[in-house]
């Protein structure tokens, strides 16, 4: 096994009296899907935000290639390769692809102009390469739909150098259909073999499908980890559920 | 490709189409009817050689503060000090050049008095752009605040320094200074010269080329077009260039560079801008400073072509930029506008508002009707694009 990319020992997160990490252990390699799971209020945000340097951990350590850092702001985070993708997706809907793809960070020519054609054509490579064809890089991103969306903000991440993609709950809030062609997309940059994913998500199935490790959140510790032939479907539903025996669970309903 | 089939149900649309649906084209088509129907109201003396110079004075004072005004809202701010802004810039220039610098650092030359005037205003810019972005408080409620603050400002300096609110009979420094002439001097006089000189070729003489029909004259005479001998037309007012300068400056900044980029991207949704890292604070802190510049740039032309200024110059104007912004396509929530509407919509604004004085039957008050009601059109003509855009249609 390869060395992991990122890895996190025993990161503790408190917000005055709260914990709300009480000492997560992570790592992600490369070529990877690594699944993310917990209820709502597991601790995944507050795990993602403090790996893309939104939020400084109070103790523990972040290593990336097995040497320690520390992320003062989201800039030094992706600048050491840590691309999120969050659910808002950043994206602005009354502009273009292009302008979209390359926000803050334009390719520029001579008295600070854009190198519009160039930059057309690597916003049109890059979203090929991970499966969306777009014929107009002018089009706003307003009339994309939200895989397509999804697929934007991921080829940009992969573009500006992430070499571990955190994808905050990609799927939700889209249709069956283009739940797929988010997964086909994931499926097809960790094809690369290259860049170790974070795939946050609420949906069993999904993890299933594409993921290689699982993590299980639940009130902001580890509960289980392990490879997908380590955690059977019944473990991982227990697990999902944080760490309640689904039968109890029926008991419990059944009871109300 | 797997979302191929998605992404073509976006209609390729041809030439025409993609032009009638550009988001200028209201602005557009209302300009031409306003200048179609002003040719006929006014027996064509809205566009005669005077006609012309008077309506363009008009519109490029409207324009150059509208471009600044339209900027900013795409940013997705206000400034409602833009009024008070040129009647504070009007009134330091004044009053410099009457008294002489502050502290009795001696005599005013104009290039002094624009210059210390700009630093002013750039500066008030800069602090109402800072307590915006630092605040978090609305832009409209800050700039509200400095509307106040800067007329009461300008009256009260006025007051003390000059014991009037108004100051008349400067020297025309537009004869002693360059710098005075290129702000409230003529340019483009060679439109105008060539205007009479065609006028004097068609119309005058009986050789070559032949006479043209009595009617013809009678026509060309409306415009002024054979008055070679006695013209008395010389040339367009500066602001007439300075209006073009800024706007061809800041179509190129808004579509062609990364300024223009995180101009849109901050109106848009400005954390999703910041997210990306676009200094959204300093785009905006930057625009605020870019209509104090509009603003002083409208009052330095308008002291240094009349020698005067008042207390209440540029009063209402701010109100007039926005909606001529408006007119012209920009979006009230930000994120999207055009520089190239913004000049349609100044035309078409500075036409009616200048109408009165053509057709003296009707009465100056329908020109406040008329922005009313075509403000009010282009707001749900706006609306219409943008939920075209972001798939609401």
Redesign the interface.
């Given at each position: 096994m390869a060395d992991p990319y990122l890895r996190v020992e025993n990161l503790v997160k408190q917000f005055g009296p709260f914990t709300a990490l009480g000492g997560v252990d992570l790592a992600v390699y490369p070529g990877e899907v690594h699944a993310l799971l917990g209820d709502n209020g597991a601790g995944k945000s507050t795990l993602i935000k403090t790996l893309a340097g939104v939020h400084q951990p109070t103790s523990g350590q972040i290593y990336i290639e097995g040497k320690p850092v520390s992320f003062r702001s989201p800039r030094d985070a992706s600048a050491a390769g840590i691309g999120t993708v969050y659910q808002d997706l950043a994206l602005n809907q009354l502009m273009s692809i292009t302008r979209n793809f390359f926000m803050g960070r334009e390719l520029k020519g001579p008295l600070g102009t854009l190198r519009m054609d160039e930059m057309n054509q690597i916003a049109h490579d890059e979203m090929l390469k991970i499966g969306i064809d777009f014929s107009d890089p002018t089009q706003a991103v307003g009339t994309m739909s939200g895989g397509q969306r999804q697929t934007l903000a991921i080829a940009r991440a992969i573009y500006f150098g992430a070499k571990v993609l955190i994808l905050d709950e990609p799927t939700s809030a889209l249709g069956q259909k283009q739940q797929m062609g988010v997964l086909k997309t994931v499926k097809r940059v960790k094809a690369r073999g290259d860049i170790a994913i974070i795939f946050i998500t609420h949906n069993e199935i999904h993890s299933r499908l594409i993921g290689d490790r699982y993590t299980f959140l639940a009130l902001g510790k580890v509960i289980g980890a392990g490879t997908s032939d380590q955690i059977g479907p019944e473990e991982m539903r227990r697990l999902m559920a944080g760490g309640a025996e689904m039968g109890d669970l029926e008991k419990e309903l059944a009871n109300v | 490709?797997?979302?191929?089939s998605?992404?073509?149900r976006?209609q390729?649309e041809s030439r025409f189409k993609q032009l009638i649906r550009r988001p200028e084209m209201g602005a557009f088509v209302v300009m031409v009817v306003i200048i179609i129907s002003l040719l006929i109201a006014s027996d064509s003396k809205a566009f005669n050689a005077l006609g012309l110079k008077n309506n363009i004075k008009i519109i490029a004072q409207y324009g150059i503060i509208a471009t600044g005004a339209a900027m900013l809202m795409i940013a997705g701010e206000f400034d409602l000090s833009i009024g008070s802004m040129i009647g504070f810039a009007g009134m330091s220039m004044a009053l410099m050049l009457k008294w002489g610098l502050p502290f009795g650092l001696g005599e005013a030359t104009p290039f002094l008095a624009f210059i210390i005037t700009l630093a002013m205003t750039l500066t008030i810019g800069w602090v109402i752009g800072t307590i915006v972005v630092r605040s978090g408080l609305s832009s409209f409620i800050v700039t509200l605040a400095f509307l106040f603050f800067l007329r009461g400002t300008t009256e009260v300096a006025f007051r003390l320094i000059n014991q009037s609110t108004q100051v008349s009979g400067l020297p025309d420094y537009k004869e002693t200074s360059w710098f005075a002439n290129l702000l409230g001097g003529e340019v483009f006089g060679w439109f105008y010269d060539l205007w009479f000189k065609i006028g004097q070729w068609m119309t005058a003489g009986t050789e070559f080329p032949a006479r043209l029909p009595v009617e013809t004259i009678n026509y060309l005479a409306l415009l002024n077009i054979n008055r070679r001998l006695d013209q008395w037309v010389t040339g367009f007012d500066a602001r007439f260039l300075w209006w073009i300068v800024i706007s061809i400056a800041a179509w190129f900044v808004l579509s062609?560079?990364?300024?223009?980029?995180?101009i849109?991207?901050t109106g848009?949704?400005k954390?999703?801008?910041r997210?990306?890292?676009?200094p959204v604070n300093r785009v905006k802190v930057g625009l605020f400073m870019f209509t104090a510049f509009c603003a002083t740039m409208f009052a330095a032309c308008q002291v240094f072509d009349t020698n005067t200024s008042d207390a209440a110059k540029g009063n209402l104007m701010e109100l007039f930029a926005i909606a001529i912004a408006v007119v012209g396509g920009t979006?009230m929530t930000g994120?999207?506008g055009s520089v190239v509407g913004v000049v349609f919509g100044a035309v078409t604004v500075g036409l009616v508002a200048n109408a009165v004085f053509f057709i003296p039957a009707i009465d100056g008050a329908w020109f406040r009707v008329f922005l009313g009601a075509i403000l009010l059109a282009a707001v749900f003509a706006n609306e219409r694009i943008?939920k075209r855009?972001?798939?609401g249609i």
């Open positions: - | 490709m797997a979302d191929r998605e992404s073509d976006l390729k062609r560079t990364q300024l223009g980029n995180w849109y991207a848009d949704d954390e999703a801008a997210a990306n890292g676009v979006l994120g999207f943008r855009i972001t798939g």
